[in-house]
């Protein structure tokens, strides 16, 4: 039997466009979440593609030739639909785990949330597809479906008319995306040192990786009493620089006083997180100056 392709497609965003309605104008772009702390970021190297002598990075088993003789399949880092580049190659098992955690991801990069729509005049709650959390310019919520509307937006909203209450329901993210950014992270990391490493803080984040969950509240990277939060900081209005590819860099947390400094890896235009691999930190900060390792 053939194997199916998948299809995929770069996801891009309206960004910088307004729509208007009832008075009002809708951003469609997105903007910082009320938790969320703005910091920005130094970029110091690129992360260039490397392979690693027919060894799969995630699992650490050795990758199978394919029909046309390479070794293993393409990684994209990010994933493709985020405007991810080939970084490295994997095994086909470790390339294909993680699909909904990606998915989660790409929803979590566009702040998109999975909805329900509900009327009193239909029994039950109808699939919308995605919405767009957005905000118009007096300061109101807006919800946005995304793409064309899922025929349940239109059973409620014909039933409804003009008279009717409508209510949405979100499905809000599970923290698996996490894991999908800890897994591109942590490739950028094997390529930046040249090397699957096989030290302990390496084996624990592919441990996360391979079982699709964090197993601490809030995530931490890092074993025993040396562990520090995996933190997270989406990339608004990225610099053609960050949006080019992957980096290593410092990024700035706002604290009362001097920001402290966080080195880690920039993944394109989505995100920058803490380096992944705590007891490989120093030599990759070495490395990322053009200092000896």
Excluded at 8 to 14: G, K, N, S
Excluded at 72 to 78: D, K, R
Excluded at 252 to 277: E, S
Aim: contains cysteine; proline residues 7%; aromatic residues 6%.
């Amino acid at each position: 039997m053939p194997k199916r392709s998948r299809k995929r497609t770069r996801h891009q965003l309206p960004e910088g466009l307004h729509v208007d309605a009832f008075g009002d104008r809708i951003d469609l772009s997105r903007r910082p979440g009320a938790g969320e702390v703005p910091t920005g970021a130094l970029h110091l190297c690129d992360v260039r593609n490397a392979e690693f002598g027919g060894l799969c990075p995630l699992c650490t088993g050795r990758l199978a030739p394919t029909p046309a003789g390479r070794p293993g399949t393409a990684e994209h880092v990010p994933q493709y639909t985020l405007g991810g580049v080939v970084l490295t190659r994997t095994c086909s098992d470790c390339n294909d785990r993680g699909a909904l955690a990606e998915a989660e991801l790409l929803r979590w990069w566009a702040q998109a949330y999975p909805a329900r729509f509900a009327t009193p005049g239909l029994p039950g709650s109808r699939v919308g597809g995605d919405v767009l959390l957005r905000t118009t310019t007096n300061g109101k919520f807006a919800l946005v479906v995304r793409g064309g509307a899922a025929a349940g937006v239109h059973d409620v909203l014909t039933t409804a008319g003009l008279t009717e209450d409508v209510t949405a329901s979100l499905s809000l993210a599970t923290g698996a995306w996490m894991v999908a950014l800890l897994k591109s992270a942590y490739l950028a990391a094997c390529v930046h040192l040249g090397e699957v490493p096989r030290t302990r803080d390496a084996q624990y984040v592919r441990e996360i990786i391979r079982t699709g969950a964090f197993g601490t509240d809030p995530p931490v990277i890092g074993s025993g009493n040396d562990s520090v939060p995996f933190r997270v900081f989406r990339i608004y209005d990225a610099t053609a620089e960050q949006a080019r590819g992957v980096w290593v860099g410092v990024a700035f947390l706002p604290r009362a006083g001097d920001p402290v400094p966080i080195f880690g890896v920039g993944l394109g235009a989505v995100a920058f997180v803490t380096w992944p691999i705590l007891d490989l930190r120093q030599r990759a900060v070495r490395l990322a100056l053009g200092k000896p390792a």
